[in-house]
Structure formats: C-alpha cells, structure tokens
C-alpha cells in the first residue's frame, strides 16, 4: 500500500487509471476497479489436477535432466582426455533446437492437447531408452574400430535432437498451455502453478545431476542401466498421470481455434512436395514475424538473451573453477547453495507479485541480478589472487540466481498473460529457439577463449547480455507503464510535506499571536 494510502494499480498495467481527490482510485472501463478486500489466493484446482500435473512434470524434467547429464559422463568415459565428442555431441543436439522449434510451435497450435503432450512422453522415453543402449554398447565393447565409433556417436548425437525437441513439446505444451487452460485466468492459481513447476524443475536440476554422478562414481555400466530402467519404468506414470489431468478438465479438452493464417491452406489442400515446403518456410517466416511484433516480445527475447552466459554452474564454469584449484566437493557445495538461492525465488517471487504485480517484479530482480553480477565481476577482475577473485565471482552469481529466477517467473506471467492462446507454442517454441542460439553463442565464446587465464572474456560478455536483457526489459516497463519511477508519487509526497510545513507555520504564527 503507498503511503498515502492509495491503491496500487501497477498490476492492471496496461490500462490506464487515474487518480481522484479523497484518496480514491479508479480504472477506465472496461477493466472494474479492485475492491477494498484482498483477492483471494486459495487455489481453485482440485487435489487431483495438481497431483497428476506434478507428477508428470517432475518425472518428465527428472529423466531430462538425469539423461542430460549422464550422456556427458558416459562420453568422457568412451572418449577419455578429449572435449571434442562431447562438444560435437551438444552443438548438435542445441542447433536441432534452434532450426526445428518453430515446427513444433505449430504441431503444438493445430494438434489436440493431450496427443501433443502423450507424443512427447513417447518419444522422449524410447530415445532415451535406446541411446542408453548405444551408451552401453561404446561402454562394454572398448575393442570397437574407430570408424564404428565415430558412426555410433553419429546416431547417438541424432537420437538427442529428437530427445531435446520432444524435450521441448513436453515443456511447452505444459507450461505454457495447458497451466494456462487449467487455471482458468485466476491469476493467484497461476502463480502458484508456475512456482511450484519451477519448484520441481530446480530440485530436479540439483538431485538428478547428483543421483547419476554417485551412480558414474560406482561403474558408469551401472549409471546406463539404472538411467534405462528409470526412463522405461516412468513411461506409464507419465502417460496415465497426463491423461487423467485431461479427463477431469473440461477446459483441456476444448477443440483449439487452427483458423490462425500462420498454418496456411494451401499446404493441406495440395500434395506437390514442393510447394508444401514452400508453405511450411513462410508459415515459419510468418511466425517470426508475428513474434518480433508481438507486444510481449521485448521481455521473452530479454529472458532468451539471459541464456548467453558462462557465470552459472555448468561445464564452462566448473572446469575454470577446477583450474583455479577448486575441488569437485568444493564444487559440489557450491552448487547445492545456488540451487538453495534459486528455490527461495519460487517462494519470494509470487509473494512480491501479489502487491506490485509481474511487470514491476520483472524490473526489481533484473536489477538485483544485475547488481550482484556488477559485484561479482569486480572482486574478479580487480582480486590479485586467482582463489579471491574466482570466490568473488562465484558469490556474485550465486547472489544473482535469485534476480534469474524471479525475473523468469514473472516474464513468464507476462507472456502467458499476453500471448493468444490460438498461438502459444508458436511464440513459445520461437522463444526456445532463441534461448538455444543464445546458449550456443556461450559455448562458443569458451571455444575461441579456451584457456583458464582467458575466461575474463566470456564473463565480461555475459555481463554484458545481461545489461542489454535489462535495458530491454526496461524499454518494455516503460512502455506498458508509462515510467520506470513513480516521479509523480515523489512530487505528491514532495508537496504533502511543503503543506504540512506550512500548516505547522501557521499554526505557530497564530500562537505568537
């Protein structure tokens, strides 16, 4: 609440509302004032609903994420002392991602529901079950000629562009769809479902890289096969745990609108192969072009840009950290204490949108971030020890996963909010798209500086995309808000005090009297 004891109007952005005398506020139709009650918070969906959808989601992003990073173990076990398979292995299966999104933007769009979501499930769980196979096979028969190995990791990097783009139907279909659809434009249902799903993501980032780790430790055949038999057992799980959360929301099984002119006609109704190419290119060209003018462009690209960064806790980072004489325990630590910091943003961030709203929430943790990795970056480059100066910068982005999260959360509110729902996995997937070219853009930075003493260069360039995410974000604020800073409030506050001074001087000029 303002001091004056007016209403916060910031999260009915954008429609303009003006202030009246006595305090009072209220909002250009057709959008009703807020009462003087609090809205409710209660969740309105039944035990059922979020259980299915949680269970699905969490066993989905586990085996992601358990798969991901046991497919680099069990590389660096068949191609020991090299960074070359691995680095082949994950250019691949991120450019997959950034040429082949947009069309499963629209498969999303024109296909039913849970169809999308089964097919993902499917597809996930046998690619993953027979790359666990080829793993195992490069692992147990070391005698292979060369020329098979470099065939089988061939097929094996093939196998992952199928897992990452089923990877990425799963997610977007689920979180940026169907929460939607489920919660039914109750705003504080929505933010307790993104928070909770961003909740399973993050604890999945954190035990499923360890589980496979201590597996690896123990026998890298015994971390194959308990990843095979996990990705087979939660197949059924998943697909009955998904449909049961469809049968029970009527709003889910409502035919989707395909009138949207970015699927075309003319690809249906014509069979020559040609020009069915030639539809599917300018379908894509339409979707591109609908997403750089959609008004919810500026905070999905500034989220995308965010993902051009080497100062978090993947490969680029430990292995500078392990040169500078860090232990993987110390690591390991490390590790666990961001994803700690990053789970506090699942609890602060709906908290601090309930009273100021997503888009001024967006601001506050985009400047924390960048205020924390302005620190960060300081201590690194001005610490005359090499241990001071990467502790330094391992506090700053640790600090910063919190600003991460929270801006991630709430441009997501922003854009589920915004986007038409005829046209959500288009613009989501196009957002993927630009989240995996702005990742690839991190590793080559690595590539080119390869060397420890040359890391200042890629963290300087991730400093940098982070201030550029936030003048974006900040161009999109004032935009829908009209100002960055409540200058009028200033002035209003300003003011009260001069007519308080001067009722206070006229009162004693009275009593001199």
Not at 238 to 262: G, R
Not at 353 to 368: A, D, Q
Not at 490 to 498: A, F, G, I, S, T
């Amino acid at each position: 609440m303002p001091p004056n004891g007016d209403v916060e109007l910031s999260h009915l952005d954008p429609v303009a509302c003006t202030r009246v005398s006595n305090h009072s506020s209220h909002c250009s139709s057709p959008v009703p004032c807020p009462s003087s009650d609090p809205p409710s918070t209660d969740s309105q969906l039944p035990a059922a609903v979020k259980r299915g959808l949680f269970v699905s989601h969490a066993l989905s992003t586990w085996n992601s994420r358990v798969f991901e990073f046991g497919a680099v173990l069990y590389l660096a076990s068949v191609f020991p002392n090299t960074l070359m398979p691995m680095s082949i292995y994950a250019l691949i299966r991120g450019i997959s991602a950034v040429v082949f999104s947009p069309m499963i933007g629209s498969y999303i769009d024109a296909t039913n529901r849970l169809h999308v979501v089964r097919l993902s499930v499917v597809m996930q769980r046998l690619v993953v079950s027979v790359s666990c196979l080829g793993f195992w096979l490069l692992v147990t028969r070391r005698s292979i000629p060369p020329f098979l190995k470099i065939g089988l990791l061939g097929f094996l990097s093939a196998l992952a562009c199928v897992e990452k783009l089923s990877s990425i139907m799963n997610l977007v279909a689920v979180e940026r769809d169907w929460v939607v659809v489920i919660s039914e434009g109750h705003e504080p249902t929505l933010r307790e479902l993104n928070s909770q799903m961003r909740r399973i993501d993050l604890i999945c980032k954190l035990a499923g890289p360890f589980f496979i780790t201590a597996l690896d430790a123990i026998s890298t055949e015994i971390a194959i096969l308990t990843n095979l038999a996990m990705n087979a057992a939660s197949a059924l799980v998943e697909y009955y745990a998904i449909a049961k959360v469809y049968n029970i929301t009527p709003a889910l099984q409502e035919a989707k609108d395909v009138s949207n002119p970015s699927m075309g006609t003319e690809a249906t109704s014509r069979w020559i192969t040609l020009q069915r190419c030639k539809s599917g290119i300018l379908a894509v060209a339409r979707q591109i072009s609908a997403y750089l003018t959609h008004r919810a462009i500026l905070p999905s690209f500034a989220g995308a840009l965010l993902y051009f960064t080497v100062l978090s806790f993947n490969g680029q980072m430990v292995t500078y950290l392990l040169a500078t004489g860090y232990s993987s325990l110390h690591i390991g630590i490390m590790r666990t204490i961001s994803v700690a910091f990053e789970l506090s943003a699942t609890w602060l961030t709906p908290l601090l949108m309930s009273r100021i709203g997503p888009i001024r929430t967006g601001i506050w943790f985009l400047n924390w971030q960048i205020t924390c990795l302005a620190l960060g970056v300081c201590v690194y480059t001005t610490a005359s020890s090499p241990l001071i100066s990467s502790t330094g910068l391992v506090g700053g982005t640790i600090l910063s996963r919190v600003g991460l999260w929270g801006f991630d959360l709430s441009s997501q509110i922003i854009i589920q909010e915004d986007v038409e729902a005829d046209t959500r996995g288009s613009f989501s997937t196009l957002e993927a798209s630009g989240q995996n070219f702005f990742e690839l853009c991190s590793f080559a930075t690595t590539i080119v500086f390869s060397r420890p003493d040359q890391f200042q260069w890629p963290v300087l360039m991730s400093c940098a995309a982070v201030f550029m995410a936030g003048g974006l974000y900040a161009t999109f604020v004032r935009q829908r808000r009209g100002h960055l800073i409540h200058f009028s409030k200033c002035m209003e506050l300003k003011d009260r005090r001069k007519r308080l001074s001067g009722f206070r001087y006229a009162r004693l000029s009275q009593a001199d009297v």
